[in-house]
């Protein structure tokens, strides 16, 4: 019998190895740029693609950070203040179980303090996510590959995303920038 049931255990133990291997292979992550146009997961820029400027293009833009060290050299541009509006967002939907958004946080004193707060709410199937608050540092440059999102651990299936910008209440007069670089989903 010992003979026998042996190597029986030893094959369920080698399978299980191959199933765990298989599985964490199986759970990859796909970079989308701001700027694609077609493909599985396209952002949707709202109210429309116009009140979004694509930032490495856009000569009146305040903000002009290095497009060296942008993903794919490309990023949109939009400030939301209560008093300009219109209200602005993106939105998109992905399939998945993993989530990060990127952006470009920009400081003083390469742009004005009260115009590079980044503050902004991400609602994931309609669950709002705590927001992510920015206020600009004196004598900094601009920051890069900064996560304002991430969830590790949502249900897998597909999911609709929106973010949109979020005037802190504790500075009501400020305009928020938002300088979307990229996302990645797994
Ligand atoms: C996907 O990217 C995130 C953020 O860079 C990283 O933390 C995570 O480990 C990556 N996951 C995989 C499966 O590569
Ligand atoms: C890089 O940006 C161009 C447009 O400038 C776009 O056509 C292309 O799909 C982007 N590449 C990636 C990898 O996102
Ligand atoms: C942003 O998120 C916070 C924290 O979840 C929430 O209290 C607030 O109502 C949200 N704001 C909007 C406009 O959804």
Known sequence: MRILIRPLLGQAHVSLILFTTFALAALHNVTVDDSVLTGTVVPQYLPSA?????????QGCAAQPDPAMAYNG??????????????????????????????????????????????????????????????????????YNVPVFAAESLASGTHTVTLQPIVPT?????????LFDYLIYS
């Open 50 to 58: 116009s009140a979004w400027n694509q930032g490495n293009t856009c």
């Open 74 to 143: 490309t990023w949109h541009d939009a400030s939301y203040s209560l008093l300009s509006g219109p209200f602005l967002s993106f939105e998109f939907s992905f399939a998945g179980t993993a989530l990060y958004l990127y952006f470009i946080l920009a400081n003083a004193p390469n742009f004005l303090l009260l115009t590079a707060t980044t503050s902004v709410n991400v609602t994931v199937d309609g669950v709002t996510f705590p927001p992510f608050v920015h206020f600009p540092t004196p004598g900094a440059g601009y920051q």
């Open 170 to 178: 504790s500075a009501p007069t400020d305009s928020v920038l938002m």
